[in-house]
């Protein structure tokens, strides 16, 4: 696609409930991100695909937050169980390259706001 | 830099002014650095970026100067136009660690027609 798409856009759920977040990155990006931004402040990495593998989760807040990636592409985050405290928009973001010296400009979806009551 | 409250540094500026958005990163060792803007209900869009090994680089009304220093980076834009009104993030980004961004608090631009 022309870029880095999220669904859904928004998401209410109640607490204690799963919920699923999707991300589908910029064709051939092989890097993909997903942030955390909270209201009124600045982003908070989560975890980093290279291809379908995550060599950096230090990022994810507790064992209820998990991610996959498949095919390279797709990448899914699940948050299990989830709190009030969770409630924030959840962003997606992919880049050509992740490691060495590449340029590694991140391009950035619109994001999932999710609301937990 | 940490996030240290839910109210972000503002900076209100006239229609035509140039306006100069200041940063302060954390680690001596970042080796990239990237600016984002931020309208509301969008997700973060890269504007410019700049190696540590450069201390200027221009863009389209853009310039960003690297201090590194005293670890202070800057966002000029000139002649600012509504379109600009915005929040701006700035982000350090570590190599050897994958490319992941650690962002700033972010200062929100307001220009005044």
């Known amino acids: 696609g022309a870029g880095v798409s999220q669904s859904p856009s928004n998401k209410v759920t109640e607490k204690g409930k799963d919920v699923e977040l999707r991300c589908d990155p910029i064709?051939?990006?092989?890097?993909l991100y997903w942030y955390r931004q909270s209201l009124g402040q600045g982003l908070e990495f989560l975890i980093y695909?290279?291809?379908?593998?995550?060599?950096?989760k230090s990022g994810l807040p507790s064992d209820r937050f998990s991610a996959e990636r498949t095919g390279g592409s797709v990448s899914t985050l699940t948050i299990q169980r989830t709190q009030q405290e969770d409630s924030a928009v959840y962003l997606c973001?992919?880049?050509?390259?992740?490691?060495?010296?590449?340029?590694?400009?991140?391009?950035f979806g619109a994001g999932t706001r999710l609301s937990v009551l | 830099g940490e996030s240290v409250g839910l109210h972000l540094p503002t900076l209100s500026v006239q229609e035509g002014d140039n306006s100069i958005i200041n940063c302060a990163y954390s680690?001596?060792?970042?080796?990239?650095f990237i600016w984002y803007k931020q309208e509301s209900g969008k997700g973060p869009q890269f504007i410019i970026d700049?190696?540590?090994?450069?201390d200027k680089r221009q863009g389209q009304r853009v310039t960003v100067l690297l201090n590194k220093t005293v670890k202070h980076l800057s966002l000029q834009i000139a002649a600012t136009q509504p379109g600009d009104s915005a929040v701006y993030f700035c982000?350090?980004?570590?190599?050897?660690?994958?490319?992941?961004?650690?962002f700033g608090q972010g200062t929100e631009l307001s220009v005044k027609p």
């Open positions: 700049i190696r540590s090994n450069m």
């Open positions: 064709s051939g990006h092989t890097a």
């Open positions: 973001a992919s880049s050509l390259a992740g490691i060495g010296l590449a340029k590694n400009i991140q391009y």
């Open positions: 982000a350090e980004n570590f190599y050897n660690q994958g490319g992941k961004l650690i």
């Open positions: 680690n001596s060792a970042s080796d990239y």
């Open positions: 695909f290279q291809g379908n593998s995550a060599p950096d």
